[in-house]
């Protein structure tokens, strides 16, 4: 047993749905949560920049005792997932390679797509990776920018997110995707919209629930899971605890036990 904590950042709010899902999966394990909060967001930076911040916050958590790292933000784990797994000494897991795992377990025909913020989507990271496992894989990819802030002004339902969904799924619609990839944390808290435009017979993977499932596979295996019951929540932001406590009922449902502000530089 190792009831060492998990460590998860991510550059905003949007990673704590993964911070949920992993909750909901290993409830013994406690979770410190960094949201880099003062730089957000990652998607309009250098490659150089976004591996400079993720070092600087795997660090952080390392002094913390983290016995693994989940890299929540999608930007991070396209462009800086190698690079800390090549200077740091610990399992380091994204979200891009769990969800799409998973949507290659789902689909029926080979047909997969994929919503993200501009700079998921413009690095083609899933689609990428999507065809490195499997060449008959066709991949359908649609950016959806006005999700993010949909989802951090709480309007998740109702009139208004249905018809800019509706304007986005489009592309997906005439496609013959069997499965939809949620490339984005924010995404999740748009589930219920998102299936009611795309229909029933579409799978919808969560990257999140996906990384979970990971990280306690890794976790049995290397026989380092948590008997501390239950597992507690700690946040830490680079900007303003306040505002980010204002946001967080609509990303989590699970206790947070603390927020506090670090100064990650």
């Known amino acids: 047993m190792d009831n060492r904590p998990i460590g998860v950042f991510d550059s905003g709010i949007g990673g704590l749905t993964v911070v949920e899902a992993l909750a909901n999966e290993l409830p013994d394990e406690s979770i410190l949560y960094v949201g880099d909060t003062a730089r957000v967001p990652y998607g309009n930076k250098s490659k150089d920049r976004i591996q400079e911040f993720s070092k600087q916050i795997?660090?952080?958590?390392?002094?913390?005792?983290?016995?693994?790292?989940?890299?929540?933000?999608?930007?991070?784990?396209?462009?800086?997932l190698d690079f800390l797994r090549l200077n740091f000494n610990l399992p380091i897991i994204g979200v891009i390679i769990p969800g799409i795992q998973s949507a290659i377990e789902t689909t029926r025909n080979k047909h997969i797509g994929v919503l993200g913020t501009v700079a998921t989507?413009?690095?083609?990271?899933?689609?990428?990776?999507?065809?490195?496992?499997?060449?008959?894989?066709?991949?359908?990819?649609?950016?959806?920018?006005?999700?993010?802030?949909?989802?951090?002004?709480?309007?998740?339902?109702?009139?208004?997110?249905?018809?800019?969904?509706?304007?986005?799924?489009?592309t997906i619609l005439n496609s013959k995707s069997d499965t939809v990839i949620l490339g984005c944390t924010h995404y999740?808290?748009?589930?219920?919209?998102?299936?009611?435009?795309?229909?029933?017979d579409v799978n919808l993977v969560d990257s999140g629930e996906a990384t979970s499932a990971m990280v306690k596979?890794?976790?049995?295996?290397?026989?380092?899971?948590?008997?501390?019951n239950p597992g507690e929540i700690h946040c830490f932001v680079t900007d303003s605890p306040e505002t980010f406590k204002a946001l967080t009922g609509r990303f989590i449902k699970t206790e947070i036990y603390s927020i506090q502000h670090i100064d990650i530089t």
């Open 58 to 80: 795997t660090k952080w958590l390392i002094s913390r005792d983290c016995k693994v790292i989940v890299v929540a933000c999608n930007t991070a784990s396209s462009l800086a």
């Open 121 to 170: 989507i413009k690095s083609d990271a899933y689609g990428q990776s999507l065809k490195k496992i499997s060449a008959a894989i066709t991949v359908v990819s649609q950016s959806c920018p006005l999700f993010v802030p949909l989802v951090e002004e709480g309007l998740v339902l109702g009139h208004v997110p249905k018809s800019i969904a509706k304007n986005y799924l489009m």
């Open 188 to 200: 999740p808290l748009l589930k219920p919209v998102i299936s009611s435009i795309l229909g029933s």
């Open 217 to 228: 596979s890794l976790l049995k295996k290397n026989q380092s899971l948590a008997d501390k």
